[in-house]
Every structure is written in structure tokens, then in C-alpha cells.
């Protein structure tokens, strides 16, 4: 079973940026569907990007579209979210997510409860 540790997150101000980063424990495989959620308390877990592997294809929330970047670095087994001109709805706890898919049309369908691999999860507050 694939395991993933998550960096602090941290608290910056409404249009700052903050990079949270999620170590794989093993090698991260072509056939890898990687994604980050959010969840703030009271709501459903919101996948704001998601990424496959294979082909490098990634996809963004509507919410985070433009500022938000997932990145997989093989070499170093991580996967990563560059938040920019962050803003106080951002605010949540965030999680990474892992499984394997055949296909990227297989790996974008997938929403929260069909991911078997989580983080452990790191709060982001975003301050006016």
C-alpha cells in the first residue's frame, strides 16, 4: 500500500502564495491518477486538480483555475500544489490523493471516494 506524507501547510495573506508538497513512498508510476483535495468543515471533499501520470495531463477546479499548479517530480517521489494569488475562500484543510488508472480519461472522472491513497491532511488559512 503506496504511502503519502504531507508537508506542513501555513497561514499567508490574501494574495500571497504557499506550496504544499506530498512525499510518495515509493517510485511514482506512469499508470499514477494524482490528485489534491480540499475540505472545509461541514462539506463534501472538493478535488481542485488532479493529474495523471503517463501524460502529464492535469485538470483544475473552476475555483482554482489560473492559480493553482499540480505537479508530479518523479525523481524525488513527490507531488505538488502551487497556490498563488490565494484568497480567503481557499482557506481549508488540504489532502493529497493517489490510485492507479488505466487511462487519463479514467483518472479525471474520479472524485473523493474512489481514490484508495490519502495524505494525511495540512490546514491552509488565508487572512485578509
Known amino acids: 500500500q503506496v504511502q503519502l506524507i504531507q508537508s506542513e501547510g501555513g497561514s499567508v495573506q490574501a494574495g500571497g502564495s504557499l506550496t504544499l508538497s506530498c512525499l510518495v513512498d515509493?517510485?511514482?508510476?506512469?499508470?499514477?491518477?494524482m490528485a489534491w483535495f480540499r475540505q472545509i468543515p461541514g462539506q463534501d471533499r472538493e478535488r481542485v486538480a488532479v493529474?495523471?501520470?503517463?501524460?502529464?495531463?492535469?485538470e483544475y477546479s473552476d475555483s482554482v483555475k489560473g492559480r493553482f499548479t499540480i505537479d508530479a517530480n518523479k525523481p524525488k517521489k513527490t507531488l505538488s500544489l502551487q497556490m498563488n494569488s490565494l484568497k480567503t475562500e481557499d482557506t481549508a484543510m488540504y489532502y493529497c490523493?493517489?490510485?492507479?488508472?488505466?487511462?487519463?480519461?479514467?483518472?479525471?472522472?474520479?472524485?473523493?471516494?474512489?481514490?484508495?491513497?490519502w495524505g494525511q491532511g495540512t490546514q491552509v488559512t488565508v487572512s485578509s
Open positions: 490523493a493517489a490510485d492507479t488508472r488505466s487511462s487519463w480519461d479514467d483518472c479525471r472522472t474520479r472524485d473523493a471516494s474512489e481514490f484508495r491513497t
Open positions: 515509493r517510485q511514482i508510476f506512469d499508470n499514477y491518477c
Open positions: 493529474s495523471f501520470i503517463g501524460n502529464k495531463h492535469r
